[in-house]
């Protein structure tokens, strides 16, 4: 079935519905690697998927129009679920021009180690296809180096790469029949966002306002994950939203635990965020996946992170989600630590390091208590609870 997005201009990727890791992310509900195919005076064709997916792409380029027919690719990015299947679309497709940001060029001939017929574009540099034009946009760390966007401008439609895109296997092409269907993809952008883009705010708010600056607006966004927006304005919205930081009344109590004890001081924790009329949820590091508390992460005001000592250090898979979390440079939050210990208890003051190095508001010493906490500990760990919700999470 052809799925045409504006006059000439289809959509010819592929869907992976059984991918449920992409490196280290719990895609729980699938991909989809988005390609584009213009045709004009110079049929284009905008990024390929990853390898192994060509047939798929080929087989929908070869609905409207032959492959060999192609004139110019576009890459917007170099990432191998998007030029993964470059080489093996190039074995077919003898394209006069491969057009991609000067970063792009180098890295896809460290890649590929192929003397390719690339084409360098900045930003502002247009193409004319014939009846359309191309006009790009470098988006470098949005979110490699090489990243760029592609506009149509006379249809006013944002080829994105990487951003406003999800981790997503669907059916549906569009996001006209949201919210109601495809159920739990608003989740999804979130999640994607949270995972991948939310240590770039600060250059996404930038990005806001050089498309200001250069007076774009979009009626339709088609990125290289997920669902293409004919309804834009909501996801554009989102981000500018997350890129700002703006945190919610919410608090995440985050923890591990051996013998039951830190997990007792969490949900004690909980119940006095709950007390405070805060939305408090209950994280268990071996329960539930890293980039699913990283998506709550994302607009949470307090984050209570518990772990017991082990061998004098912080428990392993506590490590491991402070060590993820690190990276994505969470910011406008506050933060403490809390657990149990037999005889050393270096837990907290190790937790409390490493959200410092964050540049997290740490807002209370550490609460910790030596093997299993009495009801007295208990009742204060819950007061705790509600003193933090009470000063540092507002509605």
Not at 31 to 42: C, F, G, P, Q
Not at 230 to 239: D, F, G, M, Q, T
Request: aromatic share 10%.
């Amino acid at each position: 079935m052809k799925v045409e997005l504006v006059p000439g201009v289809y959509w010819v990727g592929a869907i992976d519905w059984g991918i449920r890791d992409f490196h280290g992310y719990l895609t729980d509900a699938g991909s989809t690697y988005n390609a584009y195919l213009i045709v004009d005076e110079k049929i284009t064709l905008i990024d390929t998927v990853k390898k192994g997916f060509v047939p798929e792409m080929m087989a929908r380029i070869s609905e409207i129009v032959d492959p060999e027919k192609i004139d110019y690719i576009i890459s917007n990015h170099v990432e191998m679920d998007h030029s993964g299947g470059l080489p093996e679309t190039l074995q077919r497709v003898k394209p006069q021009k491969i057009f991609c940001s000067p970063r792009g060029r180098i890295d896809l001939t460290r890649h590929f180690k192929e003397d390719w017929p690339f084409q360098e574009v900045k930003t502002g540099t247009e193409l004319s296809l014939g009846r359309y034009t191309l006009m790009f946009l470098e988006t470098p760390m949005l979110h490699w180096p090489d990243s760029m966007m592609t506009l149509l401008k006379e249809e006013q439609l944002l080829f994105s790469s990487d951003a406003f895109g999800a981790h997503y296997a669907s059916s549906e092409r569009f996001d006209d029949r949201l919210p109601d269907h495809p159920p739990g993809y608003a989740h999804q952008l979130k999640k994607y966002y949270a995972n991948i883009l939310m240590p770039m705010g600060t250059l996404i708010t930038q990005l806001f306002k050089k498309i200001g600056e250069l007076g774009l607006s979009f009626k339709m966004i088609a990125p290289d994950h997920g669902l293409i927006y004919k309804n834009p304005a909501w996801v554009l919205e989102a981000y500018q939203k997350w890129a700002a930081g703006i945190a919610t009344a919410k608090g995440l109590v985050i923890y591990d635990t051996m013998w039951h004890s830190t997990e007792k001081l969490a949900r004690a924790l909980v119940e006095g965020l709950m007390d405070a009329g805060a939305e408090a949820q209950l994280h268990h590091l071996r329960s539930i996946h890293y980039s699913d508390i990283v998506t709550e992460v994302l607009d949470a005001g307090l984050l209570c992170l518990g772990s017991p000592t082990l061998n004098n250090n912080i428990f392993p898979s506590v490590g491991e989600f402070l060590t993820y979390l690190k990276g994505l440079k969470p910011k406008n939050k506050a933060a403490m630590a809390f657990g149990s210990y037999g005889w050393s208890g270096q837990a907290v003051s190790l937790i409390n390091r490493e959200l410092e190095a964050m540049q997290l508001r740490v807002v209370h010493e550490g609460f910790q208590v030596r093997y299993i906490p009495d009801p007295e500990e208990l009742d204060r760990a819950r007061a705790l609870g509600e003193k933090l919700a009470r000063e540092h999470l507002r509605a």
